[in-house]
């Protein structure tokens, strides 16, 4: 009889962690930013890996990018701020994404992909940057058939009002709904808050919430946290709205991603490339990637 009356009032999440990305390499050589691995918790979960592709300039015939190699047992996202990153797999997929497109691809059962900066930009030489997130697959989806979704620019779903703007990716956020299709419920958002706004990002109960920077800064969550460039704010899992404050004396925009995910929950066991259930499971998954049973990316590539 005393529970808390109901009430319209907006509630807004907490901040549970600030995260600045550490500088890594990755692929054949180019610098990432990583929010996660790396750090303790479990607050990602469904989410495995964040790392921003860090502003590079390729030199003309030095650009480096990931050559072919493996995943199995979860989904690789890229998302293009700037320049362009050409994909090939192993299942015939071939596409190449420039700013504001994605690519959400499903390695489910096993893959071999390149993610390389395109022709052109191997030629001419050019700026690369953006974003790469790895979502996580129930158990009994970790063995699903490959797939890939192209996602380009002029798809996003766009949502906007005074001082903001998002092109949605996957999910329904601020009223919009993005073309991807998960295989559990996922939002991914970029959103861009001008100086002297506050935008209230609604949000599932449960569901974990993060918002990355790449440019900008703003006052996040009940606590009014700073959040700075490169940096990942994880918020508390209660439930309520992502609240992020763009201060009037603020020289540029917020320039962000916001995820959402459900949390699976089950436990897992990664390595490298792979995410399985068990150890037996990466044990075999090592060996079908070394005796072929990934495939290959054809030579010519093209579909
Ligand atoms: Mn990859």
Redesign the pocket.
Known sequence: MYDCPATTAPTTRSVEQIIPASSTLE?GGFEVYRSFPGHAGDSFDPFLLLDEMAPHHHPPGEAVG?PA?P?RGFE?VTYILRGEVEHRDSAGNHGVIGPGDAQW?T?GDGIV???MPSGRIQTEGGVGHGL?LWVNLPAALRRTPPKYQALPADQMAVASGTGWSADVVAGSILGATGPASTHTPIGFARLTVEPSTTLRVPTTDGHTALVYAFAGSAAVGAEGRDLLAHHLAVFADRGGDIVLAVDDDATESLDCIVLTGEPIGEPMTRYG?FVMNTSAEIDEAISDFNAGRMGAIAATGTT
């Open positions: 692929g990931a190699h995943h690789t691809m390695a992909h390149s993610e790469q490339p």
